[in-house]
T-cell receptor
Framework: GENVEQHPSTLSVQEGDSAVIKCTYSDSASNYFPWYKQELGKRPQLIIDIRSNVGEKKDQRIAVTLNKTAKHFSLHITETQPEDSAVYFCAAIPGGSGNTGKLIFGQGTTLQVKP | GAVVSQHPSRVICKSGTSVKIECRSLDFQATTMFWYRQFPKQSLMLMATSNEGSKATYEQGVEKDKFLINHASLTLSTLTVTSAHPEDSSFYIC????????FGPGTRLTVL
């Protein structure tokens, strides 16, 4: 089945710097890759997603890139702010189920943005 | 976006009792819902796929007799943790699919 690996597990940056989180997946049939932000004790919030027919997607300070050949995708946050501090999860939906199939999550990255 | 609710938000129970958690899609119908479990400082682990009108599909290693799932309508799925033990203490989150997946707020289960 699908396996998603995420790195790093923790990331500390200064306010204003960029943060990059990387994930790899194993199922070449996966075609939808969302990123979630989770604050302590709360539900995951979708922050950006990308489909396999697109190489890059950007939404203000957040961007995601996808390399289907290498089976990896990355989250880029620019001009980080203290409120970006949270746990970030990448995920993949295996088997070509589009964006409504079961999610397989990476291990998570705890991002700390220091003022 | 679509709204998914969960009830209760927190529950504390004694070892050996059963606990039922409800997941509702409030403004859309969901033929499929998913149940995840999250231990402290860990990722979300898929437990099972809840299918309206049919049996749930459980992930490998998840005991179907311990975690009973019922998806009786297009807006409600329930997860019952039977004979709960302290090791079942966790954060349980459901999600429902519309144009994308929407998560419920989660249920914090503590088994004493």
């Amino acid at each position: 089945g699908e396996n998603v690996e995420q790195h790093p597990s923790t990331l500390s940056v200064q306010e204003g710097d960029s943060a990059v989180i990387k994930c790899t997946y194993s199922d070449s049939a996966s075609n939808y890759f969302p990123w979630y932000k989770q604050e302590l004790g709360k539900r995951p919030q979708l922050i950006i997603d990308i489909r396999s027919n697109v190489g890059e997607k950007k939404d203000q300070r957040i961007a995601v890139t996808l390399n289907k050949t290498a089976k990896h995708f990355s989250l880029h946050i620019t001009e980080t702010q203290p409120e970006d501090s949270a746990v970030y999860f990448c995920a993949a939906i295996p088997g070509g189920s589009g964006n409504t199939g079961k999610l397989i999550f990476g291990q998570g990255t705890t991002l700390q943005v220091k003022p | 976006g679509a709204v998914v609710s969960q009830h209760p938000s927190r529950v504390i129970c004694k070892s050996g009792t059963s606990v039922k958690i409800e997941c509702r899609s409030l403004d859309f119908q969901a033929t499929t819902m998913f149940w995840y479990r999250q231990f402290p400082k860990q990722s979300l682990m898929l437990m099972a796929t809840s299918n309206e009108g049919s049996k749930a599909t459980y992930e490998q290693g998840v005991e179907k007799d311990k975690f009973l799932i019922n998806h009786a309508s297009l807006t409600l799925s329930t997860l019952t943790v039977t004979s709960a033990h302290p090791e079942d203490s966790s954060f349980y989150i459901c999600s429902a699919s519309a144009d994308t997946q929407y998560f419920g707020p989660g249920t914090r289960l503590t088994v004493l």
